[in-house]
């Protein structure tokens, strides 16, 4: 007599918002066909993880796999993700050595992604500097899940500065796309004055980092972009805000209105919830992001914002140098980037329960909400009948994340939070009902993730 269903995997489960105790999830196939508590039904295999959560399998909505190999970044990302509970990455599209701007780019990456990838991914796109706004509609045929602009330049090719100009233009195609546009939202004349003064003054220390990225660089570009946002009628995304008064701005252009298809949104990267300027004192170009890290005083600002509900979702803004190119002593000679995905589990959950808060925020926060963002809920951010079997388990206790235990290439297994104390880790990670992860190994091998293609707009 055959089994009702394939696997059965048992636990404490998060689902619609609460904690179903001594539950179980059943996988039909790659989808989930039953959810509940009790004794687990007949299965061809039970996965017993009781004691253990079983949350949905994290959406990563903000990475970037390609800035530093290309496409072959892809393979040990992924890897990455499967060993970190992160079953869906959003891929930014700054790859070296060209960006994706046109559906032949985005094709080819896709097909990288479906040869090497060990979880899925969804893509964004981008334009040139010039002349791109016309491959926007070709762009969203092909399944992109967002796009991705900047108000400050990296390098006029791979991640240019757009002009407001373009910028407003590309608002306009994509709004009647209806896709979010994420911004990356820094001033570009107040960041490069300020860095050639303090260059100039000899004050490369990592401090200075911060001191030449100040918060009003961000809350202008902020204020730039939704304004031009709420003229085309665009849905338009702070690709990561370090500052509580981004999603407050936010707040008030939604209360505010737009042409028809405007919204005003932004999303919290994990280090703007734990990590401070004397995090960069202390850990040098290890600890070199963009935005920076911000006065310790902002950390309660943003957990506030984010239990007001004016935060989009909790990203990693995953962005792997080697550690090689982040020991120089001159901060500005360091590239900016974290290494984040098999940290961002554990340290999320340990988060929210140093602060009494329960994991069901970081189902909504780092799943369901990123996945509606990107327009891949419901097959994508929840436990439920019908979506993907993806689910992440995180066993509770005392462990020290180690950098050390990164699957990523060699040059990449380092980590801001080495050495931290984290009350759980990852014991297993499913993807479409099948096991990637089990606490010690990938399963998982390149080709086993797919290319996501965006559901909904």
Not at 340 to 369: H, I, K
Not at 384 to 408: H, K, M, P
């Amino acid at each position: 007599m055959s089994q009702p269903f394939d696997r059965v995997f048992v636990g404490d489960v998060v689902a619609e918002g609460t904690i179903l105790r001594h539950g179980f999830v059943a996988a039909r196939g790659e989808r989930i066909a039953a959810i509940g508590q009790g004794a687990p039904p007949p299965a061809g295999e039970v996965l017993d993880h009781t004691g253990r959560l079983l949350l949905p399998g994290l959406v990563d909505g903000h990475m970037h796999t390609s800035s530093v190999l290309g496409w072959a970044g892809i393979e040990g990302a992924t890897r990455s993700a499967a060993a970190g509970g992160v079953t869906t990455c959003c891929d930014m599209p700054y790859d070296v050595p060209l960006p994706v701007t046109d559906a032949g780019k985005l094709a080819e990456k896709r097909g990288w992604v479906e040869r090497t990838a060990h979880v899925d991914v969804a893509l964004y796109a981008t334009i040139t500097k010039t002349g791109g706004v016309d491959a926007i509609p070709e762009l969203a045929a092909g399944g992109v899940s967002a796009f991705k602009l900047s108000t400050y330049e990296y390098d006029p090719v791979r991640f240019p500065r757009i002009d407001p100009p373009t910028m407003r233009a590309a608002f306009r195609a994509i709004g009647r796309t209806g896709l979010p546009v994420a911004i990356h939202n820094e001033d570009q004349e107040i960041v490069e004055r300020l860095t050639a003064e303090a260059r100039a003054a000899g004050r490369t220390a990592p401090i200075w980092h911060c001191r030449t990225r100040p918060p009003v660089a961000e809350t202008l570009a902020d204020l730039a972009i939704f304004e031009m946002g709420r003229e085309a009628g665009a849905h338009v995304h702070i690709a990561h805000s370090s500052l509580a008064r981004g999603f407050d701005i936010a707040a008030a252009f939604r209360r505010a209105g737009g042409r028809d298809g405007f919204d005003a949104t932004g999303e919290a990267c994990i280090q703007y919830l734990c990590m401070s300027e004397e995090d960069i004192v202390r850990l040098g170009g290890r600890g070199k992001c963009n935005p920076p890290f911000r006065a310790a005083a902002e950390i309660p600002r943003m957990w506030e914002a984010l239990l007001a509900e004016r935060v989009a979702y909790v990203s990693t803004d995953h962005a792997p140098w080697p550690v090689e190119a982040k020991r120089d002593p001159d901060i500005f000679a360091c590239p900016a980037g974290l290494v984040g995905l098999q940290s961002f589990a554990p340290l999320m959950f340990t988060l929210l329960d140093e602060r009494g808060l329960s994991p069901v925020l970081m189902a909504r926060f780092c799943a369901e909400r990123s996945a509606r963002l990107h327009g891949l809920f419901p097959k994508k951010g929840a436990l439920r009948v019908g979506s993907d079997c993806d689910i992440l388990v995180l066993e509770r206790g005392d462990f020290a994340f180690e950098e050390a235990r990164i699957v990523d290439r060699p040059e990449l297994r380092w980590s801001p939070y080495h050495g931290r104390r984290m009350r759980a880790r990852v014991a297993a990670t499913v993807l479409r009902g099948a096991l990637v992860w089990d606490g010690a190994r990938v399963l998982a091998t390149p080709g086993t993730g797919r290319f996501v293609p965006r559901q909904t707009r």
